[in-house]
């Protein structure tokens, strides 16, 4: 059967760019470019389109974060998913529900509090809100795991399947070749140049090639000169069967290193994180994460002990020192560009692409993306971003831990 | 009409069983009192009340009934004591129950809602991801509507009532996962070669396919008729100091060794060294249209609904074929006293053995071979069932239930997420397996290694004991990282 948006032509020698990964990031970024008239491109994937980190992700979208860098690309992004389904002329189900970051000790609800100042000054609506405005809005989360949040209105969450479709139909439209269960074996370099890829089909040649490989970046970088700073990590998700509606936002907790949302079919997805993380390079979903997410879950949300869990999956990650990703050209390599290292990857794709396009296209690095250079690491000049949703930040009270 | 259902329904004497002598107990349903007999589920019991409709499909609102009896299908899904989704056909009955039917509105009989399935056709798969494209904001609004709908009824109850469990962990080195007959037989037999077994049970009376065969089946040199036999080994089972057993479900066996089982009052973290998965297999149904109108189950499911619950589904049966199963299964109704109507068997006339032909024949109920089942008619339940005959004709059978004798599929889901976790060696063939490697073992048999006749489970469950016996002095134990 054939996959929507997968080419059914053979792999030619010759592209115009060639993309590595269907993930969202591949397919955006391919769209981009076949947007500003790039002619030929390909994109190719060792599996299917979406099926690493693009489609186990926790779907949730916001811009509400604490840095200049982070706030600048992400809101770019935010602003395009609202249009998204339009522009892609398919219903990736965004749904601007609001996104709560919540605070359940006070040394968290103080760094929202800041938070809101820093993205007051940068133009984004968000709101704190204390105890009561927060369980108000959420009635069923439990009192003893919220002080107060940040609440975003216009963020919320998408369907990550549909928004990889989208991408790969509305590419497809355009010409854009994506070949699914290709493997690239290594980025081909000569003089400084980048001169194409070696797959495990033949050789193909082209001036531009688009490193967007997910958990296979670093390695793939490493085939050409390039050392990029990456560690693996492998995060986990579960999905419960649909009940009626009780959460309408989507919500990040500090505390429980959680994210999660409720669909609009009544499914609860969320996912999260343990304080020293998991660096197998598996897809194999853990017990120890079933039910570490299960009690983190029923804390904050005491209703869902009786729900029943559907599926529970894995995903694997690259991330850098700084957690932020890198996104841009090459290090020493002309014509080599980058976009990996991500874990907010999802929300950021729309804007990350097409100003990666922008950058291929003109030849100059778009401002947007200029901080998320892969040399700021070797020059000291880390990006400083502190409201994410990681094991650096474990501490205060959460779930009762139980002795096993 | 449902007190007509029911006067039918209920099955005060049994052919082979004799009367029915088990207390009566009292629930609530939906506001009113339903009687039922002790040990029936709360499913059964609704289906002997008269209640056909017991719940409607997510998408389209069509209405669903009692169809598998192995809490496999989620036709039967009820909200029990405030507990949404609850399987109620492996559900026991209990006094005081309050139970009520999900989704449909104003109510699951009457739902205006079931009008989407007259809409269907513009509504195909998928159709969410077509439809509001270019009008985001009309999406929201829609989306919030079909989400009222989609969780329709299942809300999660009050948080001061919802349990949480606690967490016990312990080693053992035989894990039996089932307890039907092939589980019974290896749990019974890996006790008796010395090693400590845990067996893991998710349904309250143990014996599984056992309770509904109807032929003699030998063990531990007794041969008596299943539910007999279930009794005799369930009594050892328990009188057997080596056997702990442990109700709950086994969620899987993770990487870390751990083997997981959701029991009642505690998550059980059990670290074995042999797992045997003993979990039977699963009636697969058979594709025509209106397969999931009320009063088409499966075969298995209307055994077990006259030997275990004591309920009569309907009074003219039409049967559909693809094996000998099916043959039996018809000569098993007739034996039961309810008409047959006829057996769509969709085998050519020369592949079903004369001897069971002459056995139908003889009481009188017609052998279609080489038919298929083409539509089932009726609103809501069934009324009759159209079928295409072998030499192309279309027949319109009357009938109010339709009994699908499809073909078994082992249930493997257990050693399925091993293999795919990728640190074991399988084997559906448990003699002659090398197990000299110290790596964990996992032994599939009966039902779930595609035995299909009862007495073949039972022999395959009493050389996996003895296997998994031998077995555990050979494997290292996990060390958790």
């Known amino acids: 059967m054939p996959i929507p948006g997968v080419t059914a032509r053979p792999l030619a020698r010759t592209y115009d760019a060639v993309v590595i990964g269907a993930g969202i990031q591949g397919l955006a970024t391919a769209y981009e470019l076949a947007k500003r008239g790039v002619r030929r491109v390909a994109v190719l994937d060792s599996s299917w389109p979406g099926g690493g980190a693009s489609g186990r992700n926790g779907e949730l979208i916001r811009s509400a974060f604490s840095s200049a860098e982070w706030i600048t690309l992400f809101d770019a992004s935010l602003k395009r998913w609202h249009q998204l389904s339009r522009e892609l002329d398919f219903n990736v189900l965004f749904n601007p529900s609001g996104y709560l970051v919540l605070a359940s000790t006070e040394e968290q609800y103080a760094r929202c509090r800041a938070d809101v100042e820093v993205q007051a000054r940068f133009g984004l609506r968000t709101e704190l809100l204390d105890q009561q405005a927060v369980l108000d809005r959420v009635p069923a989360l439990n009192p003893d795991a919220v002080v107060g949040a940040v609440l975003q209105p216009a963020a919320g969450f998408a369907h990550h399947d549909a928004a990889v479709w989208g991408y790969a139909r509305a590419a497809a439209r355009l010409g854009v070749e994506v070949h699914a269960g290709i493997e690239v074996l290594g980025v081909t370099v000569r003089g400084g140049r980048v001169a194409g890829v070696t797959t495990s089909t033949h050789d193909v040649s082209a001036p531009v090639v688009v490193n967007a490989a997910g958990a296979a970046a670093g390695r793939l970088a490493g085939t050409a000169g390039v050392e990029l700073p990456l560690d693996m990590a492998r995060l986990e998700m579960l999905v419960t069967e649909s009940v009626a509606p009780f959460l309408r936002p989507a919500v990040a907790a500090l505390a429980a290193l959680g994210y999660c949302h409720q669909t609009s079919r009544g499914e609860f997805v969320g996912g999260t994180e343990l304080a020293v993380p998991d660096h197998t390079p598996s897809l194999n979903g853990t017990y120890r994460l079933l039910r570490d997410m299960a009690q983190k879950f029923v804390w904050l949300f005491p209703q869902l002990s009786a729900a029943r869990v559907l599926r529970h999956w894995a995903g694997l990650i690259t991330q850098t020192a700084d957690l932020s990703p890198i996104v841009g050209t090459a290090p020493g390599v002309d014509g080599f560009y980058l976009s990996c290292g991500w874990v907010y990857g999802f929300v950021g794709a729309p804007a990350a692409a097409a100003h990666l396009a922008d950058t291929v296209c003109d030849g100059r690095l778009h401002p947007t993306i200029a901080p998320f250079d892969a040399l700021r690491f070797a020059e000291g000049r880390p990006i400083r971003e502190g409201s994410l949703v990681v094991p650096a930040q474990s501490e205060g009270p959460g779930p009762r831990e139980v002795a096993s | ?481």
Not at chain 2, 403 to 417: F, M
């Open chain 2, 1 to 481: 009409m449902r007190w007509r259902r029911r006067s039918f329904r209920a099955m005060p004497t049994h052919p082979d069983l004799g009367a029915d002598e088990r207390p009566a107990v009292r629930f609530r349903f939906e506001g009113r009192e339903v009687v039922a007999r002790e040990g029936q589920s709360v499913g059964a019991a609704l289906l002997a009340d008269g209640v056909d409709i017991l719940t409607r499909s997510f998408k389209f609102h069509r209405p669903r009934g009692y169809t598998c009896g192995a809490g496999a299908c989620g036709n039967c899904l009820l909200t029990v004591d405030g507990l949404p989704s609850v399987p109620s056909c492996v559900t026991p009955v209990a006094p005081g129950l309050e139970v009520r039917r999900e989704r449909g509105w104003p109510s699951v009989d009457v739902d205006v809602l079931a009008g989407a399935d007259l809409v269907s056709r513009w509504f195909p798969a998928g159709f969410q991801f077509r439809y509001f494209r270019q009008h985001p904001r009309a999406g929201h609004a829609f989306e919030r509507v079909l989400g009222l709908l989609a969780g329709g009824g299942k809300h999660l109850p009050p948080a001061a009532s919802a349990p949480v469990l606690p967490i016990a962990r312990r080693t053992c080195s035989v894990v039996v996962v089932g307890a039907g007959p092939s589980g019974l037989a290896a749990a019974l037999a890996a006790s008796d070669a010395g090693a400590d077994v845990v067996l893991v049970e998710e349904q309250e009376r143990l014996g599984g396919r056992l309770r509904a065969e109807t032929a003699t089946v030998s063990a531990l040199g007794l041969t008596a008729p299943g539910p007999r036999l279930a009794e005799v080994l369930t009594e050892r089972v328990a009188r057997d100091p080596g056997i702990t057993l442990l109700r709950g479900s086994a969620l899987g066996w993770y990487e870390d060794g751990v083997l997981p089982v959701a029991g009642r009052d505690a998550l059980h973290e059990l670290v074995p060294h042999v797992v045997v998965e003993a979990t039977g297999s699963y009636e697969a149904p058979v594709l025509f249209a209106g397969n999931d109108r009320p009063g088409v189950l499966l075969a298995g499911a209307i055994s077990r609904l006259f030997h275990v619950e004591r309920v009569r589904p309907g009074r003219r049966y039409v049967v559909v074929a693809c094996d000998d199963r099916g043959i039996e299964h018809a000569i098993e109704l007739h034996h039961l006293g309810v008409e047959v109507v006829a057996v769509v068997d969709q085998r050519g006339a020369d592949e079903a053995g004369t001897e069971r032909l002459r056995a139908l024949a003889g009481r009188g109920i017609e052998h279609l071979a080489g038919a298929r089942p083409v539509r089932s008619h009726g609103r809501r339940r069934v009324r009759g069932l159209t079928v295409r005959t072998g030499d192309g004709r279309r027949l319109r059978l009357r009938c109010d239930t339709v009994s699908v004798a499809g073909p078994l599929r082992p249930s493997e889901g257990l050693s399925l997420q091993r293999r795919y976790q990728g640190e074991n060696r399988l084997s559906a063939e448990t003699p002659g397996q090398d197990l000299s490697a110290r790596a964990p073992v996992l032994l599939r048999v009966g039902g779930s290694a595609g035995r299909t006749r009862v007495q073949d489970a039972v022999d395959d469950g009493f050389d996996a004991g003895r296997t998994a016996a031998t077995a555990v002095g050979n494997v290292a134990p996990f060390r958790p990282a």
